[in-house]
């Protein structure tokens, strides 16, 4: 059965720091995606980044990177220089090959101090 | 630039009423799908469909109904209110291919009284 798992409830950061959101997963399929995403207190499901299961280097998009160790099967999000407007539910969600379907973690709620 | 547009936002119903709500995409994009999200859980999936006139369940689906009769829509009908489903509901819209980002509505809320 596919399966995402976020163990990481809760998580404090300060400002300009950077701090790792842990994902593993759990599926046979050999092609799969998987992707973060971002959902602040006013509810919208921000897309962050995006991994695919055949991508030999991992995804970085601006202060965003995702570091995937496919034996492992993880796909952690590491945010960089943590900034305030960073605060918010975290999801990590893999899609399988066809129909667009996500899975999706319990997610981690981060918060920033200043 | 409209993207996925759900409606309503909120909604109250009444144990035992009807009523579907609405998702509609201007992409031109073949996979729609349904979740909802819980208090402290993730998204789970309710039903999806892979083109205009294919739907099929996911892993919530009872209690709910969907049709795609063309590629811009996918409603969701509530066929009798339950408490149960007390929810926040997203429709997503995505493209076969690589990257599959999802495009997600804004919510609805919806409240079963």
New interface residues.
């Given amino acids: 059965a596919q399966k995402?798992t976020?163990t990481q409830p809760g998580m404090f950061v300060q400002e300009k720091e950077a701090v790792t959101l842990d994902c593993t997963y759990d599926t046979s399929d050999q092609s799969y995606?998987l992707?973060w995403y971002k959902q602040p207190s006013s509810?919208?499901?921000i897309?962050l980044i995006?991994q695919?299961s055949y991508d030999e280097q991992n995804a970085t998009e601006g202060r965003y990177s995702l570091n995937f160790q496919k034996a492992r099967k993880s796909a952690n999000l590491v945010i960089s220089a943590s900034q305030l407007g960073d605060s918010a539910m975290y999801?990590c969600?893999m899609?399988l090959r066809?129909?667009?379907?996500?899975?999706?973690?319990?997610?981690t709620t981060l918060q920033v101090k200043p | 630039n409209a993207g996925v547009t759900q409606t309503p936002k909120f909604q109250v119903l009444k144990t035992g009423q009807s009523m579907t709500l609405q998702c509609a995409q201007d992409m031109n994009?073949?996979?729609?799908?349904w979740?909802r999200q819980d208090p402290?859980?993730?998204?789970?999936?309710i039903h999806?469909s892979?083109g205009a006139g294919i739907t099929?369940q996911?892993e919530v689906p009872n209690g709910y109904n969907v049709s795609r009769s063309t590629t811009e829509d996918f409603p969701l009908r509530l066929l009798s209110a339950a408490p149960s489903q007390t929810s926040?509901y997203?429709c997503?819209?995505?493209?076969?291919g690589?990257?599959?980002?999802?495009?997600?509505g804004?919510?609805t809320?919806l409240t079963v009284v």
């Fill in positions: 995402i976020q995606g992707f509810g919208e499901m897309f995006y695919g999801f969600a899609s066809r129909g667009g379907k996500l899975i999706f973690g319990q997610g | 994009h073949e996979y729609m799908s979740y402290g859980m993730g998204l789970r999936l999806y892979v099929d996911g926040v997203f997503a819209s995505s493209e076969p690589q990257p599959m980002e999802a495009f997600f804004q919510g809320r």
